[in-house]
């Protein structure tokens, strides 16, 4: 099964993935969309939203 990992831009979190995801799922792919953390938290920086990716992408179990 393909996997997507979706990671959304500033001002948004995963939520705004919701009707893709839904989509997606239809269509038998397995999906995932990320919480940025420097959406919810002042002291997150690039590097952790980075960090935040890197872990979603290394559980993707195939090719992402």
Known sequence: ?????????????????????TRLDAARRSTVAVDL????SARASLADDVACVRAALDAVDGEA
Not at 1 to 19: I, Q, R, S, T, Y
Not at 37 to 40: G, N
Request: hydrophobic residues 50%; charged residues 10%; aromatic residues 12%.
């Open 1 to 21: 099964m393909p996997h997507d990992v979706l990671v959304h831009g500033a001002f948004h979190g995963a939520w705004c993935w919701e009707p893709v995801v």
């Open 37 to 40: 953390p420097s959406v919810s």
